[in-house]
């Protein structure tokens, strides 16, 4: 369609909202959102991360165990787990698109 036509349906679009902002539904959206679990703490310094493709690894140089989980943006963290000392871990994805952010204490 037309530009016009584009016009046309912007106009059920805003009654729409208009009439959502006048029942209050705007107002409950703006209550209070649900506590968010608390932020996970970096990793030590003496575990080691790096990333080969779609596999994320870490290595424990530390004296002791570590749990850690590896975290992607765009695709799924993994599980928290432990690695003793000395000792290694990966996790693999399957989306091209994410991309490794790093490991962090759980």
């Known amino acids: 369609m037309t530009m016009g036509g584009r016009r046309m349906l912007a106009l059920p679009v805003l009654a729409v909202l208009a009439l959502g902002l006048a029942s209050g539904t705007a107002a409950a959206s703006t209550a209070s959102a649900p506590a968010q679990s608390p932020a996970l703490a970096a990793a030590p310094d003496c575990v080691e991360s790096w990333v080969d493709g779609y596999t994320a690894e870490a290595r424990n140089d530390c ?4 749990r850690i989980k590896f975290t ?3 695709a ?9 000392s000395g000792s290694s871990s990966s996790h693999t994805i399957s989306n091209p698109l994410a991309y490794f952010t790093g490991i962090e204490s759980c």
């Open 63 to 66: 004296s002791t165990s570590k």
């Open 72 to 74: 992607w943006a765009l």
């Open 76 to 84: 799924p963290d993994s599980s928290c787990r432990t690695i003793r």
